[in-house]
């Protein structure tokens, strides 16, 4: 859940944390948060250039010619 913080720009979202259930809050720019609760490290979900970058094939080719080996090195998700 993502809102919006009124009178500025910032974006809060909202993570559930995987250690005790509390709500996380997330505010834009901010890749971690503690939990208020149980003190657990809360991380945002981030997309890696793996996924969304043109030249990530001859980057990771590696990655990519295990993954037709069918290795388990391919791209985690």
Same mark, same amino acid.
């Given at each position: ?15 559930? #944390? &995987?250690? +005790? @259930?509390?709500? =996380? ?9 503690? #939990? &208020?609760? +149980? @003190?657990?490290? =809360? ?9 969304? #970058? &043109? ?23």
């Amino acid at each position: 859940m993502a809102a919006k913080c009124p009178g500025s720009d910032i974006e809060i979202t909202i993570k559930t #944390c &995987p250690k +005790c @259930g509390g709500e =996380v809050e997330l505010f834009s720019g901010e890749s971690r948060a503690k #939990c &208020p609760e +149980c @003190g657990h490290v =809360v991380w945002r979900e981030v997309a890696s250039c793996i996924e969304w #970058c &043109p030249g990530a094939r001859q980057c990771f080719r590696h990655v990519f010619e295990a993954e037709k080996k069918g290795g388990d090195e391919g791209p985690q998700k």
